[in-house]
T-cell receptor
Framework: KAGVTQTPRYLIKTRGQQVTLSCSPI?????VSWYQQTPGQGLQFLFE???????NKGNFPGRFSGRQFSNSRSEMNVSTLELGDSALYLC???????????FGPGTRLTVL | QQQVKQSPQSLIVQKGGISIINCAYE??????FPWYQQFPGKGPALLIA?????SEKKEGRFTISFNKSAKQFSLHIMDSQPGDSATYFC????????????FGTGTRLTIIP
C-alpha cells in the first residue's frame, strides 16, 4: 500500500506570495492533519480534516488555510508569505478519527 | 497544559548499549502516546505507541515504559545499532475528536561503533 504522498517536495517563494501544498493520504484513510516543522518551534499542529470538514485547528494565523476533497486528498494554502513561514510542512493521515497517524515526506518551503 | 517535555536533547550511545529517552506531560486528558523516528530529509515514522491502560509495551528492540501517576513515559532502545541514529520525538494526543498530536522537542540519537 502506498504511503502518504506530498507535492511538491521543495518550493522556493518570495515574501508576499502565496503557496498551495498538496497531500494524498494512504488509500482508505479519511483523516488528514497538517504540521509545521521548524528548528526553533519543532513540530506544531496546523489543522485536521475529516470528511471534508475541519475538525481541529492549531494556533496559526488566518493566512494558513486548508481544505479536503471528497477523495480525502487535502491541500493547504499559505497567503502573504513571510520569512518565518520557511519550514517543512508535513501531512499525516489516519484511517478514521483515530490516533495512529502516518506522515508523508513533507514539503520543504523556503521563503526568500 | 498542552506541553510535552522531552529529554535529553541529544544522546550518544555505544553500539549494543541501551538508549533511553524520557518525556513528561501535563494534560491528563492525553490518552495516546506515540514515538516517532525521523531521519534527515524524511517525515516522522511511527515507531511504537502506548495507551495509559498498560505500563509497558515492547516491540522488538523498542520498549515504551509508562507511568501514569508521574505523567511520564520513556522509550528504551535495546542493543542500539548505528542504523538507529536518528531524531526521536515523543508525542501525546487526546481522545476522540481531539487527536491532534502534541510533540516533544526531539532527541538526536547517535550510536557510535
Amino acid at each position: 500500500k502506498a504511503g502518504v504522498t506530498q507535492t511538491p517536495r521543495y518550493l522556493i517563494k518570495t515574501r508576499g506570495q502565496q503557496v498551495t501544498l498538496s497531500c494524498s493520504p494512504i488509500s482508505g484513510h479519511r483523516s488528514v492533519s497538517w504540521y509545521q516543522q521548524t528548528p526553533g518551534q519543532g513540530l506544531q499542529f496546523l489543522f485536521e480534516y475529516f470528511s471534508e470538514t475541519q475538525r481541529n485547528k492549531g494556533n496559526f494565523p488566518g493566512r494558513f488555510s486548508g481544505r479536503q476533497f471528497s477523495n480525502s486528498r487535502s491541500e493547504m494554502n499559505v497567503s502573504t508569505l513571510e520569512l518565518g513561514d520557511s519550514a517543512l510542512y508535513l501531512c499525516a493521515s489516519s484511517l478514521l478519527q483515530g490516533n495512529e497517524q502516518f506522515f508523508g515526506p513533507g514539503t520543504r518551503l523556503t521563503v526568500l | 497544559q498542552q506541553q510535552v517535555k522531552q529529554s535529553p536533547q541529544s544522546l550518544i550511545v555505544q553500539k549494543g548499549g541501551i538508549s533511553i529517552i524520557n518525556c513528561a506531560y501535563e494534560n491528563t486528558a492525553f490518552d495516546y502516546f506515540p514515538w516517532y523516528q525521523q531521519f534527515p530529509g524524511k517525515g516522522p515514522a511511527l515507531l511504537i505507541a502506548i495507551r495509559p491502560d498498560v505500563s509497558e509495551k515492547k516491540e522488538g528492540r523498542f520498549t515504551i515504559s509508562f507511568n501514569k501517576s508521574a505523567k511520564q513515559f520513556s522509550l528504551h532502545i535495546m542493543d542500539s545499532q548505528p542504523g538507529d541514529s536518528a531524531t526521536y520525538f515523543c508525542a501525546a494526543s487526546g481522545d476522540f475528536g481531539n487527536e491532534k498530536l502534541t510533540f516533544g522537542t526531539g532527541t538526536r540519537l547517535t550510536i557510535i561503533p
